[in-house]
């Protein structure tokens, strides 16, 4: 975390990756304006917050600015998915559509290292991030396996879908099992939060809906458990696909 608004400017132009940035609502000056005029067009998630949540993140004098640093460095989709191609790769997607829990990512983020997905996609709002927190609770394979941040999950799965690559979402909802998929080809697996599921308009988009059979008496499965279940079918079909 940084702040003051020199400071946030100076770790822009020196090229850190800035996962947010947090501004006063009503911050003013030409020094704020040299910060606006900078952080235009950067695609950087800025948030307009009241005085009082920035006083809560830190005592000091942070002049109505704070920015937090991303402990990786986020990847784009359109640059990762042609390379897996061009490698004669069969591209193994996960994207994770509104999770916010941090411990949940980490496991998550864990499985993918272990199952050799080749990327994690986030969106830019309403999820969680790559920081300290996440890269202990995954082990450490957040700094092994590319996160790429979109402006959307629905962007995202569009061009996966125009990439040929298949996008299976898991829903409690779905009627087919999960294991009734084709894995062997490029997929990409949608994974929503455990409150909301998959949002609706991405389920619609997605081309398959798969649910995991339950025979208990909870309604749905931790969304970590339910992701490593889904991606080891992946390897599974792969494994016995080359025996």
């Known amino acids: 975390m940084i702040f003051g608004i020199r400071a946030v400017i100076e770790a822009i132009e020196a090229g850190k990756e800035i996962d947010k940035i947090l501004i006063r609502k009503e911050l003013q000056g030409d020094l704020a ?62 994207l994770l559509d509104g ?17 050799g997905v ?12 790559v920081n300290a927190d996440a890269v202990k609770t995954s082990a450490g394979a957040l700094l092994h396996i590319p996160v790429c941040r979109e402006r959307s999950i629905h962007s995202a799965i569009r061009y996966l879908k125009d990439s040929g690559i298949r996008v299976v979402a898991a829903s409690e909802k779905a009627a087919l099992n999960y294991t009734h998929v084709d894995y062997t080809l490029p997929v990409a697996l949608v994974m929503g939060a455990e409150d909301t599921g998959v949002d609706s308009d991405n389920l619609r988009l997605c ?31 792969r494994l016995a696909e080359g025996e």
């Open 33 to 94: 304006k040299e910060l606006f005029e900078l952080i235009k067009g950067r695609g950087y998630l800025v948030q307009r917050v009241p005085v009082e949540r920035l006083n809560r993140i830190t005592r000091k004098n942070h002049q109505g600015v704070v920015a937090f640093i991303s402990s990786v460095a986020y990847q784009r989709l359109g640059d990762i998915v042609p390379t897996l191609f061009e490698e004669g790769k069969v591209p193994f997607i996960v």
């Open 99 to 115: 999770i916010t829990d941090v411990r949940n990512f980490g496991a998550i983020a864990r499985t993918c290292e272990c199952t």
């Open 118 to 129: 080749d990327a994690i996609v986030v969106p830019e709002r309403g999820s969680v991030s």
């Open 207 to 237: 081309d398959e809906m798969v649910a995991i059979p339950q025979v208990g008496s909870i309604g749905s499965l931790n969304v970590s458990v339910a992701a490593g279940v889904m991606m080891y079918e992946v390897v599974r079909q």
